[in-house]
Each structure stands twice: as structure tokens, then as C-alpha cells.
């Protein structure tokens, strides 16, 4: 088993964890032998915070609660609020998670915090574009590793753009490997191209990964 911890703040932009969160806590596509997967919402108080979108969140923990283990997962979404000093102490645990070989996954404006932390310096990453961080983040020097694409995926660090959610998602998926091959190939398939041949090939997803009747 292992948890993912989604980091919640103000003007959190909704759609780019819905692909990811969807799929970790439905486990509609997951093989059959996959582990369990916690899903918990952390922010810096219990405080409920309003996303862009207008919804409201009630965090499930606060960022002293995250386990910081080479099993669990940081989810970083994109906000307009990632300027604010408070939300430091929780790219200090990616920081920690990082070095013990924990998953971090930021998107958007989170990459802009990764690179004001120095956290993109040395390793492939990517985000709004090339010279976006540079024009960010005063802080940030990893020129060298910056990869013009929509997600990057370098083991435990996986970054993307804010037009990269579903990449991303399928990044993150296959290294937890939670899907079978094919069926992540037909999901990120199906909805990157919405040709319905691969939606027939997810609905048999289900049937395939039920474990046998008795």
C-alpha cells in the first residue's frame, strides 16, 4: 500500500488532477494484483480552500502529516498562489520525499516553486514553455535539463506544462504501475484521441482485471 498526497491551495486549478485522482481513487482500470492506494488532501491547515473552478476542499491532513517514505506520492497542481511563503514547507518535503526515492509530480505553476527550491537544477523536467522559469523564477538554473514537451517524466520526478494534465496522468500511472500495459495505452488512447475503438477496449478493462469466480 501506498498514499498519495495531493496538496491543496488557494485557486488549485481544478482540471489538472482530474484525470490522475480519478483514476487512483476509483481503481476502475487498475490490474487485479495492484496495491492499495490512499488518497489524502494536505494543505498547510484543515482549513476548507476554494479552487479555481469555485469548489470547496476540506483538506484530509496538514503538510506535518506526510509520511515521507520512498512508497508515497506528492501531487503538486497548479494555483496562483504558490508565491506565498506558507507553502514553502511543502516543497521542502517534496525536497525529502525526492531524496529517499518518493514520487513528486508537479504541474504548472508548482514547477515554478520546484524551481525557485532548486529542486530542477540537475534533473529533466518541464513546464509552461521554454524560458517560462527563467522568466519566473530568479532562482532557477536548470537551463540545461529543461525538455520542451508537455510532461517529463525522470523516475521519481515527473513535471508538466499547464496543456499537459493527461500526459502527466499517464506518466504517473505508469510508474506506479497500477494499469496493465494495454490498458493504460487504450486510456491515454481514448482520451487523447477519442476514437471509439479504445473506449471498447477500456470496457473490457473491468471483466478482465475481476479476480475469478468461485
Known sequence: MFTVYVYVL???ADWELGYITAELCSRRFFRKDAPEVSLKTVAVSKDPIKTMGGLTVVPDCTIDDVVVSEKNVLL???ANSWDKPKHRAIIEKAGELLSVGGMVCAICGATVALANAGLLDQRPHTS?????LEMVSSAYKGQKSFIDAPSVADHNLITASSTGALLWAKQIIEQLDV???NTLEAWYAY??????RHFFTLMQTPAENSPPKK
Open 179 to 181: 494499469f496493465q500495459r
Open 191 to 196: 482520451f487523447s484521441t477519442g476514437e471509439v
Open 10 to 12: 488557494e485557486t488549485l
Open 128 to 132: 509552461n514553455g521554454a524560458g517560462y
Open 76 to 78: 503538486l497542481p497548479g
